[in-house]
């Protein structure tokens, strides 16, 4: 679990992040979701390391952030698994390379080791027959999967995904979105997602974090967002059409359940 414990910061003396308080529970999708400068990039970057807030502190399952120090910093980044939004692909390397890559540094497995492990993450990700080939010659689709297989080959307890969706198609997002999912269960990862992909939100938001304007403005889940009474969130939510459609069925949906 992670937890935000009165998270503000200031960027050239201008507030961006307000008091932020919010759990990131293990074992579970947990989803930041919120429009583009309401500051849901700033609070993951937070999470992470790579900014520090000026007021309040981030614990990992009760270990201060703040309080760590540089043995302990180390520790933790190699409990970490991090997907950036462009896959963050080595040009040069092959996908074997690029997976074994975090195992050369944080590791002290053997060359054979290293091997082992990052075929084993290939194959997870449904990448079987793609060792021996170059970010150039796949899809965006399986670079994508590639980056979650480099991500998951330190075996983390943490996994951070910055808008693993960006550029891709739907049905392609929709097998990014499981296999996210699949993993997070399989593994029992605290998985954070920072997105503003409603079918994300609707298809694995099991644990919801909306950021308004630098303020967490409302937690839950995929089913208690329709029941949310925060004016900012359904404005985010239902801005189309389409979604207002799929909020009256999936409504229907649920109340036949009950």
Known sequence: MIEARNVSKFFAGQQVLYDINATFETGKTNLIIGQSGSGKT?????????FQPEEGDILYDG?????????????????????????????NETVLGNVMFPLKM????SHHEQVERAQFCINRVGLE???????????????????????IALNP?????????????PKTSIRIDELLSDITHEYNITTVINTHDMNSVLGIGEH???INKGHCDWTGNDRSIFKSDSKSLYEFVFASKLFQEVKNFLEREYEAEE
């Open 42 to 50: 700033v609070l993951m970057k937070c999470l992470i390391g790579l």
């Open 63 to 91: 270990r201060s952030f703040k309080e760590m120090n540089a043995q302990q910093l180390r520790q933790l980044r190699a409990e970490i698994g991090m997907l950036f939004q462009g896959s963050a692909l080595f040009d």
């Open 106 to 109: 944080l590791s002290s497995m």
């Open 129 to 151: 027959n793609a060792d021996n080939k170059y970010p150039s010659e796949i899809s965006g689709g399986m670079q994508k999967r590639v980056a979650i297989a480099r991500a």
């Open 157 to 169: 307890k943490y996994l951070f995904c910055d808008e693993p969706n960006s550029g891709l198609d």
């Open 208 to 210: 919801i974090i909306f």
